[in-house]
Structure formats: structure tokens, C-alpha cells
């Protein structure tokens, strides 16, 4: 029994996992308190953490029916995120772990999102094509064993992640925080032909894996302030919908891409960004119509949560894999090389 914890941006999170079975996952956000400032503020943010912490630990063990000692370990997201939201998490989950006398294991918050497909569907089957989309990161991977091979970059974003970008573009239509679903429900009533925006880093000579949603952003921005300057009416679902496209566009069009070109059955869309209805419609019919299997993780998974970083750490168990040590730190702006993320403190600088 592992259990996992969260704490990397505004979402407290505690789950347990048992052999790749879910038995406990509890969420406490912070978000509401965020909205008023139009996007996360660090200090509320390890604030918050401070006190959801123990109450969400409290809620998940009485989920799965346990007490503390009868878990095998702990395992804690160590970056990348938040310095001061991470700090709170790493602290708690040492506590947790010296006061049950198990190990403790530092997760990296990127692999938890691809083993969070895991509690839903199963093994991921190796390799798989992964495609990461969030509110800071957008990646495209080709995933092996997650926890016993390191983890192959295909492509990353350039500039602005995919969720980032919905954020920016939400404030531009005067689309309520958090961007990404406020884009998603206006983009209902929107056609997604009726602006033309571009698709970023999809001409030839591009690079086939290289995301870029800064330019996207600048045409949103353009077209609402065309619209102002002739004082003609701003269709806001129209926008919401056209932006959507051309993000869902770019995400599917490359990732199976990678597909194709790796000779992969399976492609796995994980992170926030995974949540927004375009974005898993067009991978649905793309990859129905190229004979690859997709697997996404229900919506109560895509977003940050502990259960996660506990199926991280259950794979770390069952591979034997080396604990952290208790002076482990934590790394807010870690790279995915492995899904085990260990970094220690550094050395103080000596006086000259």
C-alpha cells in the first residue's frame, strides 16, 4: 500500500494505490482562492497546503480503510512546481513516513500524470506514445518501462504550454480563471470555422514534435482587438471554439505523428489539458482512424492529484527501486529524464 502525495501548484492531493488498484484519492483545491488574482499565487498556494494537508491524508485513509502503519510507503512529488507548495508536501510526507517507518520515494509530478492512465486501463504497453498537456508543460514522449528506463523527449514546447495558452487567451475574451474549462463551456455555443488561426510549428521543415502556442495567443489577441477597434460585436464562442480547434489540431496532428513514425500502437493524452472536450474528441477520431489504441484517464485523474504520484510509487516499489534518502529536497523546475526525482539540498556557498 503507497500512498501519494501531491502538492506541486494549487491542488492538495492524497491517494492510495495498491498493485495498480485505486483504493483511496481526495483532492483539496485551492483554486477559488486563486480566481480573484486571475492565476495562482505562490504564498496562498503553500498556504493552502498548509492547512488542507493533514485533513486530506486524514479523508484518504479512512477511504481505503486503513491506518498509517499499514502502509508500505510514501511517495511525494519533488518537482517540478512550486517551490513553496512543494517544500509543504515534501515536509508532510517525511513525517508521514519516519512516524510509520516506511520508505519515502520522490516522484517527478510528470510521470505521475502518465501514471495516472495506469489506475484507469492498466500497464501502459511498451513503448507507448505519451502526450502531456497541461497548464506549464507540453510534451510528447515515448515511454518504455516508466520507472526502470529513462523517459525519451520527442518534443516539448517552445514557449507557452498549451494550457498556458488557453489562460492567456481566456483573459483576453474576459473568459473567467481557470481558462481552460472557461474556454471549453464557451466554445459550446461557438463555430470553430469561423476564425482562421494558425497552426503553429505544422509546416514542412518544421519540427514534427516541437510545440509553439505563443503565436496562437498573439492572433487571438489581434482578432479581439480588430473587433474593438471597427466597435463591431465580439462573438466570445467563436473565439473560444476556433482557439480550441487549433490547439486540439496541433496536439493530435503530432502526436500521432510520433505515432506513426515510432511504430506505436498506443497513444496516452495525459494532464489537465486531456480534460477539454476538443482536445479528446479529434484524438478520438484521429486515432480511430489511424488504428491506434488511445487511452486518456477520466477527468478526475487528468488534473493534479495524489492518487498519481501514488502509482508512481507503487511502480517503484514492485521495481525495487531505491528509496530517497530523508534529506531529499525538492527541484521546482526538474526535467523529466526519469519518473524517480531524488534531489538533495545544496552545499552552502563558502564565505571567500
Not at 6 to 28: F, K, P, Q, W
Not at 47 to 74: C, E, I, K, Y
Not at 112 to 119: F, K, Q, S, T, W
Not at 244 to 266: F, G, I, M, S, W
Request: proline share 7%; aromatic share 4%; glycine share 10%.
Amino acid at each position: 500500500m503507497v500512498l501519494g502525495i501531491e502538492s506541486s501548484c494549487d491542488e492538495t492531493g492524497a491517494g492510495i494505490v495498491r498493485d495498480g488498484e485505486l483504493l483511496a484519492h481526495v483532492v483539496a483545491s485551492s483554486m477559488d482562492e486563486h480566481a480573484r488574482y486571475g492565476g495562482v499565487v505562490p504564498e496562498i498556494a503553500a498556504r493552502a497546503h498548509l492547512h488542507a494537508f493533514n485533513p486530506v491524508v486524514r479523508q484518504a485513509l479512512d477511504q481505503a480503510g486503513l491506518r498509517l502503519n499499514q502502509l508500505d510507503a510514501v511517495a511525494v512529488t519533488t518537482g517540478p512546481g512550486l517551490s513553496g507548495a512543494l517544500q509543504v508536501g515534501l515536509a508532510g510526507a517525511k513525517t508521514l513516513a519516519y512516524s510509520a517507518g516506511v520508505p519515502l520515494y520522490g516522484v517527478h509530478h510528470l510521470a505521475g500524470h502518465v501514471a495516472a492512465d495506469i489506475l484507469e486501463h492498466g500497464p501502459l504497453p511498451e513503448p507507448c506514445v505519451v502526450l502531456i498537456v497541461s497548464g506549464g508543460h507540453t510534451s510528447l514522449l515515448l515511454v518504455r518501462d516508466l520507472v526502470r528506463e529513462p523517459i525519451l523527449h520527442l518534443g516539448d514546447t517552445l514557449d507557452d504550454a498549451a494550457g498556458e495558452c488557453f489562460d492567456k487567451v481566456a483573459r483576453i475574451l474576459g473568459l473567467p480563471y481557470p481558462g481552460g474549462p472557461a474556454i471549453d463551456r464557451a466554445a459550446r455555443d461557438g463555430d470553430p470555422r469561423a476564425v482562421a488561426f494558425p497552426r503553429p510549428l505544422t509546416r514542412s521543415g518544421d519540427d514534427p514534435y516541437a510545440f509553439s502556442f505563443s503565436g496562437l495567443k498573439t492572433a487571438a489577441a489581434r482578432w479581439v482587438e480588430r473587433h474593438r477597434v471597427r466597435g463591431e460585436e465580439l462573438s466570445v464562442a467563436d473565439g473560444a471554439a476556433a482557439l480550441q480547434e487549433a490547439v486540439a489540431d496541433v496536439l493530435t496532428r503530432k502526436a500521432l505523428a510520433a505515432c506513426r513514425a515510432y511504430d506505436v500502437r498506443t497513444l496516452v493524452v495525459v494532464g489537465g489539458v486531456a480534460a477539454n472536450s476538443r482536445v479528446r474528441g479529434l484524438a478520438e477520431e484521429r486515432c480511430a482512424a489511424a488504428g491506434i489504441e488511445l487511452r486518456v484517464p477520466p477527468m478526475t485523474l487528468c488534473t493534479d492529484n495524489g492518487a498519481m504520484i501514488a502509482a508512481v510509487g507503487d511502480l517503484l516499489v514492485r521495481a525495487d527501486a531505491e528509496p530517497a534518502p530523508l534529506n531529499v529536497s525538492v527541484d521546482p523546475s526538474a526535467p523529466l529524464d526519469y519518473a524517480s526525482l531524488t534531489p538533495l539540498p545544496s552545499a552552502p556557498a563558502r564565505a571567500a
